[in-house]
């Protein structure tokens, strides 16, 4: 059973709050009658939904619309910043849960919000910042962090195995006969059911298996060999192309 967390906003049309977690903290399920923009300045956070897993690097953010039933598990210390806003705030605010790309404006929007008073005068700079923050939150740009859930049991249960093993070789022919499947069949029931088709759900599962186990502080060449790949030239390459920087570099500071 969840929780359901409410939040006042006849005041303000979000409320902005810092809190520290460390390392193996969790939430246990919950909802909030408003919408979540939970962003993280150092570790990795893994939130999971009904509709899939999402994994938030540091930098980065999850959007959770209101009434999203989530549950939470940190890994490394993250110092989290989180908005809770008012889901009629703006019209056009995302509808679906998403990994999004937290701009360095945004990121400092957060911080002064922390500081800002509950009420405010009418065009005045408050009502100017909470006003930006909204705005810049629906030009955010999507990550590809998540890891959706398919419907069919019988893919789930796949998924599981690939999750709980997923340096093996998961080659979309190997994993079609443990289903019983064509791999045609088994691509097309993959896109169907969560938009990806197998080969690059696998890709994403072992990105995101390795964001939490460097957030750990596992050195580069180990997380690169247990999740499959023949060197760490190779891991980094693929590290690389989808975050923009070196596994080694992106968790240095944090």
Known sequence: MSTTLTFSFTQRPLVPFAHDYAHGDSEPWHQHDCAQLLHSLSGVVRVDTAAGCWVVPPGRGVWLPAG???????????????????????????????????????RELIVASLNLPES???????????????????????????????????????CDRIRHVPGENWSSIQAAAQVNMSERTL???????????????????????????????????????DLGYGSHSAFTAMFRRVMGISPSDYFKDD
């Open 68 to 106: 999203t039933r989530h549950a939470i598990r940190i890994t490394g210390n993250v110092a989290a910043r989180t908005l809770f806003i008012d889901p009629m705030a703006r019209a056009d605010l995302p509808a679906s849960c998403q990994i999004v790309q937290i701009s360095p404006l945004l």
């Open 187 to 225: 691509n097309r029931h993959f896109q169907q059911q969560t938009g990806l088709r197998f080969a690059e759900w696998v890709r994403r599962a072992r990105l995101m298996e390795a964001l939490l186990r460097l957030a750990q502080g596992q050195p580069v060449l180990r997380v690169a060999l």
């Open 120 to 158: 405010y005068a009418p065009g005045s700079r408050d009502e100017r910042v909470y006003e930006l923050i909204l705005d810049e939150i629906r030009t955010m740009p999507i990550l590809p962090f998540n890891l959706p859930e398919p419907q069919s049991e019988l893919l789930r249960q796949l």
